[in-house]
């Protein structure tokens, strides 16, 4: 049987629902293909949304029209803002959620959007005519007709999972591994590698004394994930579940080190790459010899369940060795599971092949988002999907007006939807993984961002609703609300900006909040930019002031949000502006395209290595050109010259 669409999405993990969800609210007809409708977004190891950067990168998808945090909100057991102590640059939203709750919440979402369907089934192979995809077949003998596929098979793709010496086939614990895709792909020039994650141990909660614990709460207040004032959790109705923290000790770490001879780590049975920043137990015991403990949390899987998640005893060793090493533990000295830890092992596809768009350079109308690029992490899979999605919507709406003449839509005037690296993480993300590639599983982190202050979780929104709302994803709802809050963050920063203070009339205050009295008069813009001056505490203090905020804010649900964000553009002016400056000059770069006019290998100013990156990757940009490891500065000036002439 055939059926015909104009987007194909190939799996219904994290990247594959954002990607087919985008499609489809721009208008394209788009099937979701996923083995299991009862896996939707599956969260496969912790069940937790968000954290250092990966918050970021979820709000970015907010931001854009995308649903990650609307389900997370919904889903919530317990929310914690990271970071705190430190600057916004690095403020870090994350959520434990329901496990369960969250697949049924995101299929929901997804079959009340029109233009998608979804379909069961396992997809067996590309169809690919002249280099230019065509669609897929699946195992049920059906034929999926398509304009775009987009690929977001996660751990699937020849999949195999490692507990000690035992080898089972399979994309994650119960599941089947998609053992004949990769080929399909490869045989086309697409490079494929293998890369390993691994997921914990399951722990039934009933066997664990947690009295022996440390008891970790959820925040408090008004944050959340999503920007929609209609999916804002009263704290109230917020399970907050807590968390709870314990350690390794030595005689876990003893019995830990006699398996590891069993370990598919390091007897050889696992070749591929590990993830960096999420190591295994035997990987700390390995790399941290001199270190007698180390810390664990023990996660709630979901409101009424049992189950909790291990987070920090990610392992492959042999389940009787977890399950001794654990017992060691005082709160697990009873400890019951429900199953062991294991590793896996996964083909992915270079992403150097991949233009910005996430469309392959190689096939056609062919894209790749998520774990198949690379990456490891919900947040990075979502963030990658839906700009798939939007770039795929894109490419259909150009076909159809080839097919249709002048009467089709043309979204984003037929350009590719890219974010560059200082409009969001999501820029950042895709710009190392198309420019620099990988060698081993990619983790978003605030580091990544040299323009981190510009890329606040706060103000995902004032930089990414405008161009989604452009493109038509963004309801107009969601621009509304964005605008609405500008205009009061506006309101507010102009008024400290030119409100005077009486060091007469302002100083019994200061001193009742431990700060230094005023010598001389002073904007209140000024005085907020001491620590210990924030709006809420000052504003009582200065009538005018509280006047002023109950007249811009009125009755708004986002009054604590909206304080949040101007104090942190007041306290933060100078450092933004600077970064901008600095951003603003990058772009200039950006905007020198080098595509096509070079040629790379008899150019013989530049360095042997230079020539070789360059030819493989053919960047876009200068700018591009500069970020790709083995070009150096000289290398960059010379090709400016170059292109002077």
């Known amino acids: 049987m055939i059926f015909n669409y104009d987007v194909v999405v190939v799996g219904a993990g994290h990247a594959g629902c954002e990607a087919a969800a985008a499609a489809a609210n721009l208008g394209a007809r788009t099937c979701l293909i996923t083995m299991d409708m009862n896996k939707i977004a599956q969260m496969s190891c912790n069940p937790a949304i968000g954290g250092i950067a990966k918050g970021q990168i979820v709000r970015e998808i907010d931001a854009l029209g995308g649903y990650t945090g609307i389900v997370t909100d919904r889903c919530s057991l ?49 169809i690919v005519e002249n280099q230019t995809v065509q669609g897929v077949e699946t195992y049920y003998g059906a034929t999926f007709r398509a304009k775009c596929v987009i690929i977001t098979a996660g751990t699937f793709l020849n999949g195999l999972m490692h507990i000690g010496r035992v080898k089972i086939p399979g994309g994650r614990c119960a599941e089947s591994a998609s053992l004949e895709l990769t080929e399909s792909i490869t045989k086309y020039g697409i490079r494929a590698g293998r890369m390993k994650t691994g997921t914990p141990v399951r722990i039934d909660k009933r066997s664990v004394d947690f009295s022996l614990m440390e008891k970790q709460d ?13 999916e804002r959790t009263a704290v109230s109705e917020r399970n907050n579940l807590p968390c709870w923290i314990c350690y390794t000790n030595t005689d876990v770490h003893e019995v830990l080190r006699s398996g590891l001879p069993d370990s598919p780590l390091y007897n050889g049975q696992i070749q591929s790459i590990g993830p960096r920043y999420c190591p295994s137990i035997e990987t700390k015991l390995h790399t941290f010899p001199d270190k007698d403990e180390h810390m664990l949390f023990l996660e709630p899987e979901g409101e009424t369940t049992n189950e909790m998640y291990l987070n920090g005893f990610s392992s492959s060793l042999p389940m009787e060795i977890q399950l001794t090493a654990l017992r060691k533990i005082p709160a697990f000295k009873n400890l019951e599971v429900y199953r062991p830890g294991y590793a896996i092992e996964y083909d992915f596809f270079d992403p150097t092949q991949l233009k910005h768009s996430l469309e392959s350079k190689v096939v056609k109308n062919l894209f790749f988002a998520g774990q198949v690029n690379g990456t490891t992490g919900y947040e990075e899979a979502g963030g990658q999907g839906i700009i798939a999605g939007i770039n795929s919507a894109i490419n259909c709406s150009i076909m159809n007006r080839s097919e249709g003449g002048e009467s089709g839509a043309l979204l984003n005037n037929g350009e590719p939807f890219i974010l560059g690296r200082n409009e969001a993480y999501i820029g950042v993300l895709i710009d190392d993984l198309v420019t620099k590639g990988v060698d081993e599983p990619y983790r978003m982190f605030t580091s990544r961002a040299e323009y981190r202050i510009l890329l606040r979780q706060d103000d995902a929104d004032m930089r990414l609703t405008p161009r989604s709302y452009e493109l038509g994803l963004a309801s107009e709802e969601r621009y509304q609300l964005m605008q609405t809050k500008k205009e009061k963050i506006d309101a507010i920063t102009e008024f400290v900006a030119n409100f005077s203070l009486k060091p007469s009339l302002i100083n019994p205050a200061l001193e009742e909040l431990g700060t230094t009295p005023l010598r001389q008069g002073c904007k209140l813009e000024e005085l907020l930019g001491r620590p210990q001056i924030n709006i809420n505490n000052i504003a009582p203090h200065i009538d005018t002031f509280r006047k002023e905020l109950d007249r811009i804010l009125g009755d708004d649900p986002r009054r604590e949000e909206i304080i949040e964000a101007a104090e942190i553009q007041i306290k933060y002016k100078g450092y933004i502006y600077r970064e901008q400056q600095m951003a603003d000059k990058m772009i200039r770069l950006e905007n020198i395209k080098i595509l096509g006019k070079f040629d790379y290998p008899n150019m013989t100013q530049i360095s042997i290595e230079a020539r070789q990156k360059l030819q493989a990757i053919q960047p876009v940009t200068l700018a591009q050109a500069s970020r790709i490891p083995g070009v150096s500065p000289s290398d960059i000036n010379i090709m400016l010259v170059l292109m002077g002439r």
């Open 218 to 230: 959820g925040d408090h207040d008004f944050h959340k994930f999503s920007y929609l004032p209609t």
């Open 78 to 126: 317990q929310f914690r803002m990271l970071n705190l102590s430190k600057g916004p640059a690095v403020w870090s939203p994350r959520s434990q959620c329901d496990r369960a709750k969250f697949i049924w919440t995101w299929r929901e979402v997804l079959e009340n959007i029109p233009n998608l369907q979804i379909w069961q089934d396992q997809v067996r192979s590309l």
